[in-house]
């Protein structure tokens, strides 16, 4: 796979990412939903943390707004060697499903980190009201923006029964994340190497063995 394809590849993920968050910050209001189907719903929350909502505040000593800044300059970080791997990978004409994994991946981090370093300056809040592109009272500034969840997918819904231990009478929820177009991405990349192990990383060895063969029968 060359790098025009995989770029391609980075920017359909990146453009359908942008148009989705867009189009639902100025749409929605926060908190807002529209049932798809009874196990998928459109739901709108922001995301200032990590995975899962997780902030750094609620694991280290520090203030909300460092720990904003301390993850958004890591994700920079992040990206910088996702894409040196991605370019090192064509360069050295690694597997196809490698390419494409590190491209999903990158396409997704990249996804994340323009809510983190832009919407903070492009929008304003959205509680109860509607966004506006380009407002002339944006919710923050540069490195402080938050990341656009929409994709809820409550596969399951009920309670657990009353003879359950600890849990009972308690909801239970699955698949409870709301997530995105380029979380999407990276739990598609992270999947594609996990499951795919062998073709991602054993082009070098079938080479190899090619080679071995090759001179054997020679």
Do not use: C
Request: net charge negative; hydrophobic share 50%.
């Amino acid at each position: 796979m060359n790098i025009k394809k995989s770029l391609a590849l980075v920017l359909l993920i990146l453009l359908v990412d942008q148009i989705s968050k867009v189009y639902i910050k100025t749409h929605f209001i926060l908190g807002e939903s529209v049932d798809v189907f009874s196990w998928f719903k459109i739901l709108f929350i922001e995301n200032e943390g990590a995975a899962w909502g997780t902030k750094l505040s609620d694991l280290l000593p520090i203030s909300d707004s460092a720990g904003k800044l301390v993850l958004t300059i890591f994700r920079l970080f992040a990206i910088t060697g996702i894409g040196y791997w991605l370019w090192d990978s064509i360069r050295k004409k690694a597997s196809r499903t490698l390419i494409i994994a590190v491209s999903l991946i990158f396409a997704g981090a990249i996804g994340n980190i323009i809510d983190s370093l832009f919407y903070g300056l492009i929008f304003n809040d959205s509680y109860n009201t509607v966004a506006t592109f380009f407002s002339d009272d944006p919710y923050g500034k540069l490195f402080y923006g938050k990341v656009v969840d929409m994709l809820y997918f409550p596969l399951i819904d009920t309670v657990w029964p009353d003879w359950v231990p600890m849990v009972g009478g308690q909801n239970f929820r699955f698949f409870e994340p709301v997530f995105n177009i380029a979380d999407t991405a990276i739990s598609t990349g992270v999947g594609i190497l996990v499951v795919f192990n062998k073709k991602a990383f054993g082009k070098k060895d079938e080479a190899v063995t090619e080679a071995m063969d090759t001179d054997q029968k020679e």
